[in-house]
C-alpha cells in the first residue's frame, strides 16, 4: 500500500488594497453571522427545541443554553443540508465563498464535539475573531506576484509576495496550469454552444468569462512533474495575523500533499545553532559545519521613490512595482534559503533565537522589515512547518545577550561593531561576530536538551 501523503501548510504574505480588505472584512462579518446563527441553532436543539436552522437564524432574539440534557449533534452532512436552507434564504452565499461557509461549519461542529457534552457549551465566535477564510478555488494565480480573489474588489487582483521553496513553487504552477487548462476547454464548449446552438446563456457567460480573465498575466512553466514532488491542494485560507511582533498582515495560507518517502529523515545526530542576520542572512554552527553566508546583493531592500510618476502609473501599476522589487530580492536569496533549509532538516536539532521583532522596531532598527521584505520570515515558517515531517526538533533559545556573548568562555562584553568580529575581553576569543553567535546560540539549545 502506498504511503498517505502529508498535509504542509506554507503562508505567504498578501497586500490587499484599504477596499479589498473592506471586502475581505465584510466576508469575515458574513462568516461570523452565519456562524452566531448555528451556534444558536445548536443551544437550540440542545434545549429540546425542534425548530430549523432557517427559523432560529431568522429569530436574532433565540435565547442561547448552557443546558445539555437533550444534546445530540447532527452529522456534519445533517448540519449542511440544513445550511444549506438557511443560506440561500437569508443570501449568506452573495457575499461569501461557499468554502468559507463550509469550512465554519466544521470548524463549529468540531469545537462541539471536542466540548464532549461539557456543562458549558461553546459560546458564538466573538467578533474580534481574527478574519480566516477558507477560499479554495476562489483564489488563483495571476502571475508570480499577484493573486486574483474572487469576491475582492472590482479589480479582483491582490498583490502577493508568493515566497515558496522551489519544488512548492513549482507545485503551485502546475495546479494553475490545470485550472487553466480545465478553464480553456470550458470556454471552447461555451463558444461551441453559442456559434453552433445559438445559444444566448452560453454567449453571456463566455462573454462575461473572458472579460474576468483579461488581466491575467502569463505564468512560468511548471517544468517536468518529478516522481515524489509535492501536489498543491484545493485549500488555500485568506487570514489576518497580528501579535507575533511583525506588523499586522494578511496572508495566505497554501495546502500541499507530500509523499512520506520524499520527506527523508535528518542524518546528524547533532544540535545546529543558526543565528540570521542582515549582513550574513545565515551564520550555523554545529560538531562538523561552520558557516557564514554573505548577503548576495548590495542594493537597498526598500524600492526607490518613483520621481517620474506618469498619469498611467496608478495604485495596481504601484502594487505590482513593489511586489516585483521583494521578488527579486527574493530569489537572489533562493539558493541559499534551499541550502540552509537542507543544512537544518539534515539536524536531529536546530536552535534558533526566539525573535523579538517588534524589539527591532522599538531600537528604530529595518531588520523586521528586511526579513520580511526578502523572505527571511517565510523561512522561518518553512523550517517550523517542514521539521516535524523530517523529525527534526526546532528550539527557540532566549535572544539575550548572545551577539555580546563569549561562545568560548561565556563572558558577556559589548556587542561588536557592525561588520567587525567579536572579541572577548575576557579570554582573548576572536571570532566573526556572527558565527560567534550562532555558537552561543547552539550552546543554548544543547543546555535546553540537557546535553551540555
Not at 478574519?131 to 474572487?150: K, N, S, W, Y
Request: charged share 20%; hydrophobic share 45%; with cysteine.
Amino acid at each position: 500500500m502506498p504511503p498517505r501523503p502529508k498535509t504542509l501548510i506554507l503562508p505567504t504574505t498578501i497586500h490587499p488594497s484599504p477596499e479589498q480588505i473592506h471586502d475581505l472584512q465584510s466576508m469575515w462579518s458574513a462568516v461570523l453571522t452565519a456562524q452566531h446563527a448555528v451556534t444558536a441553532f445548536l443551544h437550540h436543539r440542545a434545549a429540546g427545541g425542534t425548530a430549523t436552522l432557517l427559523a432560529v437564524a431568522s429569530s436574532p432574539s433565540q435565547p442561547i443554553t448552557a443546558s445539555t440534557a437533550h444534546l445530540q449533534l447532527p452529522t456534519l452532512a445533517q448540519l449542511e443540508a440544513e445550511f444549506r436552507v438557511a443560506r440561500d434564504a437569508l443570501g449568506w452565499s452573495a457575499t461569501v465563498p461557499a468554502s468559507a461557509l463550509r469550512w465554519m461549519l466544521a470548524a463549529t461542529l468540531r469545537e462541539w464535539r471536542a466540548g464532549g457534552g461539557a456543562p458549558a457549551l461553546p459560546r458564538p465566535w466573538p467578533r474580534t475573531r481574527p478574519p480566516h477564510l477558507q477560499l479554495d478555488h476562489a483564489v488563483q494565480l495571476r502571475d508570480d506576484v499577484t493573486l486574483e480573489i474572487a469576491g475582492v474588489g472590482r479589480e479582483l487582483a491582490v498583490s502577493a509576495d508568493l515566497f515558496l521553496p522551489h519544488t512548492y513553487w513549482r507545485a503551485l504552477l502546475r495546479h494553475q496550469h490545470r485550472r487553466n487548462e480545465a478553464h480553456r476547454a470550458h470556454l471552447e464548449r461555451l463558444e461551441a454552444r453559442w456559434l453552433d446552438q445559438a445559444d444566448a446563456t452560453a454567449a453571456a457567460e463566455l462573454f462575461a468569462r473572458r472579460a474576468r480573465s483579461a488581466r491575467r498575466g502569463t505564468l512560468p512553466d511548471p517544468g517536468r512533474e518529478v516522481a515524489g514532488a509535492p501536489i498543491a491542494r484545493e485549500r488555500v485560507a485568506i487570514r489576518h495575523v497580528d501579535g507575533d511582533g511583525l506588523p499586522p498582515r494578511w496572508i495566505a495560507e497554501w495546502a500541499f500533499g507530500t509523499s512520506e518517502l520524499a520527506l527523508r529523515k535528518w542524518i546528524h545526530d547533532d544540535v545546529l545553532g543558526l543565528d540570521l542576520g542582515y549582513r550574513h542572512p545565515f551564520a550555523a554552527v554545529s560538531s562538523h559545519h561552520t558557516i557564514l553566508v554573505p548577503r548576495p546583493f548590495h542594493g537597498e531592500f526598500r524600492p526607490p521613490a518613483l520621481t517620474d510618476r506618469r498619469p498611467w502609473v496608478g495604485r495596481l501599476e504601484l502594487a505590482r512595482a513593489r511586489a516585483l522589487h521583494r521578488r527579486s530580492l527574493f530569489l537572489r536569496l533562493l539558493p541559499i534559503y534551499e541550502a540552509q533549509l537542507e543544512l537544518a532538516l539534515n539536524h536531529r536539532v536546530v536552535a534558533l533565537e526566539a525573535m523579538a521583532w517588534a524589539g527591532f522596531a522599538r531600537r528604530h532598527l529595518a531588520f523586521a522589515d528586511y526579513a520580511q521584505a526578502v523572505g527571511l520570515t517565510n523561512w522561518v515558517e518553512w523550517l517550523g512547518e517542514l521539521a516535524p515531517q523530517h523529525g527534526v526538533q526546532v528550539l527557540t533559545v532566549p535572544p539575550e545577550y548572545t551577539s555580546r556573548t563569549c561562545s568560548r568562555c561565556g563572558h558577556i562584553g559589548k556587542r561588536p561593531r557592525s561588520g567587525r568580529p567579536f572579541h572577548c575581553a575576557q579570554c582573548g576569543h576572536v571570532k566573526a561576530a556572527d558565527v560567534n553567535a550562532a555558537a552561543v546560540i547552539r550552546a543554548r539549545g544543547q543546555r535546553l536538551l540537557g546535553t551540555r
